[in-house]
């Protein structure tokens, strides 16, 4: 089953552009990560966030957590054509081993 | 670092036919992970290992899919009979994690299935 629902489903922006992509989940998490896919690669590790954090940076990656909500967002600042992929939230629960289920991604288009 | 690898890149086959696919992970990687992505969805667990233990195994259709781990290095995912609806993308992802551990997953490139 798939815990993770990213919103919008597809998102097209201009280069320069700020995106930002939502994922909401459902049962506790123990931490959320954002995975890129480009087209026909596989999955690419982009940042892990806690249960105990609110936000995190990683370049031009800004990341947030609501637990109370249950959500985070992914905001990628500056766009440019190469973060044309698709976006993945997975969570890991909060108990047992650590494992991954993944939403059902958000498609960014970036034009030149 | 050697990323993961996988094999074959692309597999076509008729239904009722049987097909495998290898992945070699991240040496030093205790956890091995095999997905299956749907054209337009996201990965969905097939099965997980530690070592060469099965850690989680639970939306693995054991009647057609079978997978191993030798010796906690490489592993097989193995389809017999393939149906219409098993064509995806198999991903292989490995990790450092260890039970509780949070360390992020290394994804090969994945092999295409498509069965007519």
């Known amino acids: 089953s798939q815990q993770g629902e990213e919103d919008p489903q597809a998102l097209s922006i201009q280069e320069g552009e700020n995106a930002t992509m939502n994922c909401s989940y459902k049962t506790s998490i123990n931490n959320l990560q954002w995975y890129r896919q480009n087209s026909g690669r596989g999955l690419v590790h982009l940042i892990l966030i806690r249960s105990n954090e609110r936000e995190k940076h990683s370049g031009r990656l800004r990341v947030t957590l609501d637990t109370s909500k249950k959500s985070s967002s992914l905001l990628i600042t500056a766009s440019r054509a190469a973060d044309t992929a698709s976006y993945f939230c997975a969570t890991a629960p909060n108990s047992g081993y650590s494992t991954l289920t993944f939403g059902k991604g958000t498609m960014l288009l970036v034009s030149p | 670092e050697a990323g993961v690898a996988q094999s074959p890149r692309y597999k076509i086959i008729e239904k009722r036919q049987s097909v495998a696919f290898w992945c070699n992970p991240i040496s030093g990687h205790a956890t091995l992970y095999w997905y299956q992505q749907i054209l337009g969805q996201g990965p969905k667990l097939l099965i997980q290992?530690?070592?060469?233990?099965?850690?989680?195994d639970s939306q693995l259709p054991k009647d057609r899919f079978s997978a191993e781990r030798l010796k906690g290095v490489d592993s097989t995912l193995k389809i017999q009979p393939a149906k219409l609806e098993d064509s995806a993308v198999y991903l292989c992802?490995?990790?450092?994690?260890?039970?509780?551990?949070?360390?992020?997953?290394?994804f090969g490139n994945g092999t295409r299935l498509t069965v007519t």
């Open positions: 992802a490995s990790s450092q994690a260890t039970g509780l551990d949070n360390s992020p997953l290394h």
């Open positions: 290992f530690q070592n060469n233990g099965v850690v989680d």
